[in-house]
């Protein structure tokens, strides 16, 4: 299966465990994978038989800014929801990294792969 992926969409989002992490938004960096046949848009060369990664990064980044949330594993789980019902890819990867988690390391985060059932 052929792939349309997306590397280190900034997020700026409510996000943590912590009271002082609600006061201020953290960043957030996603890198998603789909799997997505582009024979079609390969073929016509006509957007509408793509994938069309700027309405889904912008879908995510409306999903991830609607609501706080504290945890990073729950970003992934409904980012991965979404793509997979609103664009109708075949399975999708997730990776959420939430650097500024740790003190101690660059970055720390999640990696989720989910598909349709």
């Known amino acids: 299966m052929d792939k349309v992926f997306v590397k280190g969409l900034r ?5 943590g465990v912590y009271d002082w992490e609600h006061e201020q938004t ?6 998603l994978t789909m ?3 582009q024979t079609a848009a390969g073929g016509s ?6 994938l069309d990664y700027d309405t889904l990064s912008k879908a995510v980044v409306a999903l991830i800014q ?14 991965a929801q979404l793509i997979l019902t ?5 399975s999708v990867t997730v990776r959420v990294e939430k650097p500024q988690a ?13 598909s349709r059932a």
């Open 11 to 15: 997020v700026d989002a409510y996000i």
């Open 86 to 90: 609103e664009f109708n890819v075949a």
């Open 45 to 50: 060369d006509a957007l509408s038989d793509a």
């Open 102 to 114: 740790v003190a101690a390391a660059n970055t720390v985060g999640v990696e989720i792969t989910r």
């Open 66 to 79: 609607a609501r706080p949330r504290q945890l990073i594993e729950t970003v992934a789980a409904e980012v």
């Open 26 to 31: 953290q960043p957030l960096f996603l890198d």
């Open 35 to 37: 799997a997505w046949d």
